[in-house]
């Protein structure tokens, strides 16, 4: 069975960008192929260190998974669920992986330039954390991983190091995730997505942002969320369309009516093709948004720890398995066995 992964940082609780440009396309895809494909999703805890982490670590977890079912997952024998650090074949394959990765391709990481960006300090985990989802991935020989926009130079680094390892020990090891185009056809998206910042719509959304009015928090009261969306900047062009390079924050507003309500984005633009007044959209966008946030919060609530325990407990069993065989196969290869 062809596998799928996917996972979501959980150094603090998921900004609605992370819910529409990962969660939401992960849960559909694996709604529908869960019968048969191996339906992979992780708590990335080890990734989430890199950051400083709001709360606790240990609810953050519980948390993120709570949020796929919150959003629709249907549990199946082949939907397994595992925290990263439970399953040290990860890490182990990590180490492996660095030894033929190079800095230079590391530090061409728009990520890494991202999140290191004027900082006078920055820890090594930020800089190698693409290498340890190259690791991620290539256990599981997941050829399809729905992730955000800005997550896909990092599976275009997974393909190469995936490649070059079976390259250098002639023999086909791993099998690298499908190309990026290949990706956005399987999640039926022209673009990846990339929600932005509704203060600084040049920007992405991004959790770690300190500016509270850019982002909205799925666990934001709702009407607080309503008001964060009526305050998001505009422009003075004077017209609803979608021109995401002269008009950020109108085109980030219709992406969001489109994916929050599940409608293709071509059938929003129509529906506000030639209207002008920003606080109309605004409204619609904004009530769209709370909606969907009271569902959300509500379904969050009706999930118990226990149940979440045991799934994990499953995926882990599962997991450390998979990649137990995996991890030795490598090492044969590299000769550490
Ligand atoms: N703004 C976004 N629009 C669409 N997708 C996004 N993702 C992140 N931001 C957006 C996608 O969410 C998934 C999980 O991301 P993550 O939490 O593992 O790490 P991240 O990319 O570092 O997320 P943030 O919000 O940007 O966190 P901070 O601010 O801490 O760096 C990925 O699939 C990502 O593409």
């Known amino acids: 069975m062809k596998t799928i992964l996917t996972g979501l940082r959980v150094n603090s609780e998921p900004t609605l960008g992370n819910y529409l440009g990962a969660v939401l396309p992960m849960v559909r895809l694996a ?60 890490s182990e394959l990590c180490w492996i992986l660095e030894c033929n990765a190079s800095m230079g391709e590391l530090s ?52 190469n190091l995936a490649m070059r390892f079976n390259n250098k020990y002639g023999r086909e090891i791993f099998i690298p995730p499908v190309k990026t185009e290949d990706q956005l056809k399987f999640m039926g998206v022209e673009n990846g997505i990339r929600i932005r910042s509704l203060t600084d719509p040049e920007r992405k959304m991004s959790k770690s942002s300190r500016a509270e009015n850019s982002k909205i928090m799925m666990l934001d009261d709702p009407e607080v969320a309503a008001k964060k969306i009526m305050s998001a900047t505009t ?20 992406q969001i009516e489109a994916l929050v309500n599940n409608i293709p984005l071509q059938d929003v633009v129509s529906t506000w093709a030639g209207e002008t007044r920003y606080g109309d959209l605004k409204q619609k966008v904004a009530s769209s948004v709370k909606s969907m946030l009271e569902i959300f919060q509500a379904r969050m609530k009706e999930i118990p720890d226990e149940t979440v325990l045991e799934y994990l407990e499953a995926g882990e069993e599962y997991a450390n398995f998979v990649s137990k065989a995996k991890l030795l196969e490598v090492q044969n290869a590299v000769g550490l066995r």
């Open 108 to 159: 061409r990481m728009t990520q890494y330039k991202e999140k290191s960006e004027g900082k006078a300090s920055v820890n090594a985990g930020i800089f190698n954390y693409p290498v340890l989802m190259a690791a991620d991935i290539l256990l599981y020989g997941a050829e399809y991983v729905p992730v955000g926009e800005d997550q896909f130079q990092h599976l275009e680094l997974t393909r």
């Open 235 to 254: 422009d003075s062009v004077g017209k609803i369309q979608y021109d995401m390079f002269n008009q950020p924050g109108i085109s980030n507003l219709l």
């Open 31 to 90: 709604n529908a192929y869960k019968a048969d494909h191996n339906i992979n999703i992780f708590v990335p805890d080890l990734h989430s260190i890199i950051s400083k982490v709001d709360g606790n670590l240990k609810k953050n977890i519980f948390r993120s998974i709570k949020i796929y079912f919150a959003a629709g997952l249907e549990p199946n024998e082949n939907v397994h669920l595992y925290r990263q650090s439970y399953v040290p074949a990860h």
